[in-house]
């Protein structure tokens, strides 16, 4: 009786708001997103670039992949992506990763997880899943990564691994979301180290972010994972 007393006046002073549209809510996947929003996100459907996994027009179905990956070279060898980067799924992201609702990974985690078991992505073939990092003062303005926060959830529900000391930021580069197209992949070029005593020799790697754009970022932690040995490189983002 207490504990109801208590938590309705917890919603009388705090009232239940939906971090995406604001609205006041009385049922949200975890008291953060209401279901109208969760309907509202856009899904990136099949078929998808076997490079980047963006959905594929259909001028391009039988080339399997998008014109974007024909004019660039990514290191990577997959991503895949449950959402396009757009209206609800855009707001999520950025009050999780820019206004530090880490509350959020919870919910945007298990948008990934649902998406690995509905396509069969084959994590069973992978060793270890690996966050994008944070340079360390970027990490203190945050203070937490939002992939490692992604992480912990896909790696907890598939029994994998997660080491987020294996890939470090040594570099501080700006904020991709800042530059053009072309200037990102200069942008992060030689940002990424491997730590110290690190054996990746001819492991199978899962790399998580929150957002694939161009790929600048994922293709160049992927290309200093490799060099240091590393044989199978998977990206998986929240949206592209």
């Known amino acids: 009786m207490l504990r109801s007393l208590l938590r309705g006046l917890k919603d009388i002073i705090y ?13 949200a996947d975890e008291e953060l997103i209401c279901k109208r929003c ?12 076997v490079i980047c996994g963006r959905h594929l027009e259909k001028e391009n179905f039988n080339k399997n992949i998008c014109p974007g990956c024909i004019r660039r070279r990514l290191h990577f060898d997959r991503a895949f992506s449950p959402c396009i980067y757009e209206g609800v799924a ?19 985690s298990r948008i ?3 998406f690995i078991k509905e396509y069969s992505i084959p994590l069973d073939y992978l060793d270890l899943i690996i966050p994008i990092p944070l340079h360390n003062a970027r990490l203190r303005e945050r203070e937490f ?11 907890q529900e598939f029994n994998k691994k997660i080491d987020s000391r294996i890939l470090l930021r040594h570099r501080r580069t700006k904020a ?15 940002s990424f180290s ?11 790697l899962l790399l998580i972010d929150d957002v694939l754009t161009t790929g600048a970022t994922s ?7 490799k060099n240091a040995g590393a044989q199978t490189v998977f990206v998986l983002t929240l949206a592209n």
Not at 176 to 190: F, M
Request: proline fraction near 4%; charge should be positive; aromatic fraction near 4%.
């Open 15 to 27: 009232p239940k708001t939906c971090l995406a549209c604001k609205d006041k809510v009385k049922e």
């Open 38 to 49: 969760c309907s509202q996100i856009k899904v990136n459907l099949p078929p998808f670039c």
């Open 90 to 108: 855009k707001k999520l992201i950025h009050e999780f990763k820019y206004r530090g609702k880490s509350n959020l990974a919870r919910p945007l």
């Open 112 to 114: 990934m997880i649902n």
């Open 145 to 155: 990564n939002q992939s490692e926060e992604l992480g912990k959830y896909i790696a």
């Open 176 to 190: 991709q979301v800042e530059l053009k197209d072309h200037q990102r992949a200069l942008n992060v070029a030689g």
């Open 194 to 204: 491997v730590g110290k005593n690190i054996m990746l020799d001819r492991k199978n």
């Open 219 to 225: 293709s160049e932690a992927a290309l200093t994972l």
